[in-house]
């Protein structure tokens, strides 16, 4: 399990995560989201031990992260960058991860090698940003990690590609308990493979739940009604084209259909939202909506 408790850490004044709390139990696969600038790339950093906590802490099965070579051993990150050294090779990094990390599987890299087809007499430094990638996971896969961290993970993989790369470390979380956290803008994909979501907003976790639980907290409502709206029903937003109106709510479908079943609707679909959808109205609603800025 990872825990984090009241994380915060500041930089020349500015302050990147404030009083930050997270849990990811062990074997989940969790969505970690949030706009650009929240803080995501920092909490990974101190994730995996890069940077030390100014206050807070940051523990993997109740140990101490930073500075814990044994805790370390047990995790492998992707970041969204990439770096490798010139002059590095295939062979060459596998040989460093094999130093690295202790459960590094050779057979299971042997395995992967006609996933991946990578050409592996040139240099990685000549690889596109996809094919660099690509080794980043064949890397990672091999170790055998407990926890796996992904930060933007698709990001230059052709759609086949991403789909056996998941396919793989979906295998592993059922299989093994492999605990991953996955920080990605791309929330459909997110909502594919996760079962729990952290929403993130200017370092600050905004709310932890289970997908499941957190899909169930808010609806989407196509009404035509010829009265008010009842008053128990809480909106978040509302939009009408026509007679048709557009409603987002708190609570579950099974309550708004019950305050809205007495008025007599001349139509009323209450649908799931998207993690995408709700994403945006619980970052503010309106405020993070597309605006038309042609009117």
């Given at each position: 399990?990872?825990?984090?408790?009241?994380?915060?850490?500041?930089?020349?004044?500015?302050?990147a995560?404030?009083?930050?709390?997270l849990?990811?139990?062990?074997?989940?696969?969790?969505?970690?989201?949030?706009?650009?600038?929240?803080?995501?790339?920092?909490?990974?950093?101190?994730?995996?031990?890069?940077?030390?906590?100014?206050?807070?802490?940051v523990r993997?099965?109740?140990l101490?992260?930073?500075?814990?070579?044994?805790?370390?051993?047990?995790?492998?990150?992707?970041?969204?960058?990439?770096?490798?050294?010139?002059?590095?090779?295939?062979?060459?990094?596998?040989?460093?991860?094999?130093?690295?990390?202790?459960?590094?599987?050779?057979?299971?890299?042997?395995?992967?090698?006609?996933?991946?087809q990578?050409?592996?007499?040139?240099?990685?430094?000549?690889?596109?940003?996809?094919?660099?990638?690509?080794?980043?996971?064949?890397?990672?896969?091999?170790?055998?990690p407990?926890?796996?961290?992904?930060?933007?993970?698709?990001?230059?993989?052709?759609?086949?590609?991403?789909?056996?790369?998941?396919?793989?470390?979906?295998e592993?979380?059922?299989?093994?308990?492999?605990?991953?956290?996955?920080?990605?803008?791309?929330?459909?994909?997110l909502?594919?493979?996760?079962?729990?979501?952290?929403?993130?907003?200017?370092?600050?976790?905004?709310?932890?739940?289970?997908?499941?639980?957190?899909?169930?907290?808010?609806?989407?409502i196509?009404?035509?009604?010829?009265?008010?709206l009842?008053?128990?029903?809480?909106?978040?937003?509302?939009?009408?084209?026509?007679?048709?109106?557009?409603?987002?709510?708190?609570?579950n479908?099974?309550?708004?259909?019950?305050?809205?079943?007495?008025?007599?609707?001349?139509?009323?679909?209450?649908?799931?939202l998207?993690?995408?959808?709700?994403?945006?109205?619980?970052?503010?609603g309106?405020?993070?909506e597309?605006?038309?800025?042609?009117?």
């Amino acid at each position: 399990m990872i825990e984090v408790k009241n994380l915060t850490k500041t930089f020349d004044g500015f302050t990147a995560l404030d009083d930050l709390t997270l849990t990811v139990p062990t074997g989940a696969v969790y969505g970690l989201v949030g706009p650009n600038g929240a803080g995501k790339s920092t909490l990974i950093r101190h994730l995996m031990g890069v940077y030390r906590p100014d206050e807070g802490e940051v523990r993997v099965d109740g140990l101490a992260v930073y500075e814990n070579a044994v805790v370390k051993e047990t995790m492998v990150c992707i970041p969204d960058e990439i770096y490798y050294h010139t002059g590095d090779t295939i062979k060459d990094l596998k040989n460093l991860y094999k130093g690295i990390y202790p459960k590094f599987d050779e057979e299971r890299f042997e395995r992967l090698r006609e996933v991946f087809q990578l050409d592996e007499k040139k240099q990685v430094r000549r690889f596109s940003k996809g094919m660099q990638k690509q080794l980043a996971f064949w890397l990672a896969i091999s170790c055998r990690p407990e926890i796996l961290v992904l930060d933007e993970p698709v990001d230059g993989l052709d759609p086949v590609m991403r789909r056996q790369i998941m396919s793989i470390i979906l295998e592993d979380v059922a299989e093994n308990g492999t605990t991953v956290l996955v920080s990605s803008h791309n929330l459909r994909e997110l909502e594919d493979i996760c079962d729990h979501v952290g929403i993130m907003h200017e370092g600050k976790m905004m709310l932890e739940r289970s997908l499941s639980a957190l899909q169930d907290n808010m609806v989407k409502i196509q009404l035509v009604l010829d009265a008010p709206l009842p008053e128990g029903l809480e909106v978040v937003h509302h939009s009408a084209v026509g007679r048709v109106q557009t409603i987002i709510a708190r609570g579950n479908a099974e309550d708004a259909q019950k305050l809205l079943e007495p008025l007599h609707p001349v139509l009323c679909d209450v649908l799931p939202l998207s993690l995408e959808e709700v994403f945006i109205y619980e970052l503010g609603g309106v405020d993070y909506e597309v605006k038309n800025v042609l009117l």
